[in-house]
């Protein structure tokens, strides 16, 4: 007999009880090595504006290099932020409705924040 | 709690202190503040989208007393959670799990987390200029 109780095609799937494997826990790993290099020039490139005026900051910001890496730290940020407050949620939060409505809660602001920095970062670019 | 009858594991308080407990929730709560601090980045970024009046107001909230603490705290808690999220990242190839060396690598990601934010402001408050 198996020592596995899981039928092979399960096994072949890997994607567990979730239906969607080690999926997670990869994306969290992997938005967050790449956060470890974009949060690093992110804080850098914030200190080298320290004290300056509104003109500087703004033609900084959107130089074509220094908008696709802010664009991609938002994104990944706010990716990375809803992986790990989702694991927070489902850990301490033990009221169903309110789990689930902290659950959808937190994509949906996520989602608009994202959105708007990536819409900030655009008109800055594009100076619009 | 659901009223089981089983019994239950003994609970925080009977536990000795130890320093891997404080990294562990500490990453937690950090996650959390820098979450919400991502949607301060956003308004930032949109008030210098905006124009030079929102942004003023934005930089004035900043350098407020009260944005100064924000902005410390959200400092720090940025080093703790980049320095314990590379912890964690080394420990998730199998490494560093011996207790002698996990006990001095919380230490270290709480240690580098207060360095690296006093360095940054000492930056910031010696007028940016290193």
Not at chain 1, 3 to 11: F, I, M, Q, S, V
Request: include cysteine; charged fraction near 10%.
């Amino acid at each position: 007999m198996s020592k596995d109780l899981r039928n092979p095609l399960a096994r072949a799937r890997g994607l567990g009880s979730a239906k969607e494997g080690v999926s997670h826990w990869m994306l969290q790993r992997i938005t967050a090595l790449a956060l470890v290099f974009l949060t690093v020039w992110f804080v850098a490139t914030i200190l080298r504006l320290t004290h300056a005026d509104y003109a500087t900051a703004r033609a900084t910001l959107a130089q074509p290099w220094n908008a696709v890496l802010l664009i991609a730290l938002i994104v990944t940020m706010f990716r990375h932020a809803v992986l790990g407050m989702q694991v927070v949620i489902e850990d301490y939060v033990h009221t169903r409705w309110l789990e689930v409505a902290s659950l959808v809660l937190i994509k949906f602001i996520a989602v608009l924040a994202a959105l708007a920095g990536v819409l900030a970062v655009l008109r800055i670019a594009l100076g619009s | 709690m659901a009223q089981t009858g089983r019994p239950l594991s003994p609970h925080i308080q009977v536990y000795k202190w130890q320093v891997q407990m404080v990294t562990s929730i500490l990453h937690r709560a950090t996650g959390i503040i820098l979450a919400v601090g991502s949607l301060l980045l956003v308004w930032g970024l949109a008030a210098l989208a905006a124009d030079p009046e929102a942004f003023a107001t934005f930089t004035d909230c900043a350098g407020s007393p009260l944005g100064m603490i924000v902005l410390v705290g959200w400092t720090l808690a940025f080093f703790y959670h980049l320095a314990n999220g590379i912890r964690h990242l080394v420990q998730d190839t199998g490494k560093g799990y011996a207790i002698q060396s996990f006990v001095r690598s919380s230490w270290a990601s709480i240690i580098v987390a207060i360095v690296l934010t006093v360095a940054v402001w000492a930056y910031v408050l010696a007028g940016g200029h290193a």
